[in-house]
């Protein structure tokens, strides 16, 4: 799985790009060009200095994370709500907040297939690639004794909001368009996720 996942970073940021990142119509390109030619274009920053930045980013996520996670113990207390629905609600949006709106506006801008790779770049991400190092790093932890690691092993209910996540996600990107209707339903399939998970 994260071979697969490793292949599909390949495939789309390096030998497939014009997949997701679509030509501009030769008027909007003419305009940007005299946007930038009157001294509007954008920093460039180099490589290095991108991965400085993003290192340091990557540093400080992980500490804000750390407390995030330790005042989760405090929240259930008080709110009497399942670790689990904290998963799917709060820590499922708030620290991806950032890539969803810019997915909003990748989709304003008319460019679909970028939208709908950021918005379920997370989610691949954590099936193919942290999952199962999660599982090897449990397993290693506990000495390869299946009591007490963490399995791929769910409850029916998990099965299936993942199956039909799936499912409803491929729907979305076979047919490749969106409207406030799509979204509306989009967002109703979430709450009932959630009132599943908060009352089950």
Not at 135 to 142: C, I
Not at 147 to 176: A, E, Q
Request: a negative charge; glycine letters at 4%.
């Amino acid at each position: 799985l994260p071979l697969a996942y490793i292949v599909g970073l390949v495939f789309t940021l390096k030998t497939h790009t014009h997949i997701l990142y679509a030509k501009p119509d030769d008027k909007h390109h003419a305009e940007e060009e005299e946007e930038e030619q009157g001294g509007h274009g954008e920093a460039v920053w180099s490589k290095w200095q991108s991965l400085a930045v993003l290192v340091v980013c990557t540093c400080m996520f992980a500490l804000i994370s750390e407390k995030l996670v330790e005042g989760i113990q405090d929240v259930t207390a008080t709110f009497n709500v399942s670790q689990i629905f904290l998963g799917v609600s709060v820590l499922a949006v708030v620290p991806t907040a950032a890539e969803y709106l810019n997915a909003v506006q990748f989709a304003l801008s008319n460019n679909m297939p970028l939208a709908l790779e950021i918005g379920a770049s997370v989610a691949v991400q954590i099936t193919l690639f942290q999952m199962p190092m999660l599982v090897f790093y449990s397993a290693f932890r506990n000495h390869l004794v299946n009591r007490g690691s963490f399995t791929l092993i769910f409850p029916m209910l998990h099965f299936y909001v993942v199956f039909f996540s799936v499912l409803i996600l491929n729907l979305i990107y076979s047919y490749g368009k969106a409207n406030y209707f799509i979204g509306a339903a989009l967002m109703s399939m979430y709450i009932i996720i959630l009132a599943c998970f908060y009352f089950v």
